[in-house]
């Protein structure tokens, strides 16, 4: 990453996950989280795969090519993430959590 003058990076990592989240949430207006993985039921083989979600907790219909950016979008923000497992993007606190961590606070 490029540093300013004073050695600090040019793109603190915490501003660029928000950036990202605006970026999502103007791409797909209505979702609320979204949810990478990379098990796309589609392919055999590992394959960037994004659900969103609304508020409410339904799913919005997206094109391939818009599901599949947005996944690999945030694939490339967190590349240290365990992504043998799903992992959930909340857009409005732009925070990255397991899907079963986020399930265990549901208490499901």
């Avoid at 796309?40 to 609304?54: E, F, G, L, N």
Wanted: proline share 8%; with cysteine.
């Amino acid at each position: 990453m490029l540093a300013m003058p004073s050695g600090t990076p040019a793109c603190p990592e915490d501003d660029r996950q928000h950036r990202l989240a605006a970026q999502l949430a103007d791409m797909i207006p209505g979702a609320a989280t979204i949810r990478v993985s990379l098990n796309d039921p589609q392919h055999a083989w590992p394959h960037p795969h994004a659900i969103v979600k609304d508020e409410a907790g339904e799913t919005l219909k997206l094109g391939r090519n818009t599901a599949r950016f947005a996944a690999r979008w945030i694939l490339r923000v967190w590349p240290e993430a365990d992504w043998s497992r799903p992992h959930v993007f909340d857009l409005a606190d732009a925070n990255l959590t397991r899907s079963d961590a986020v399930a265990a606070d549901r208490g499901c």
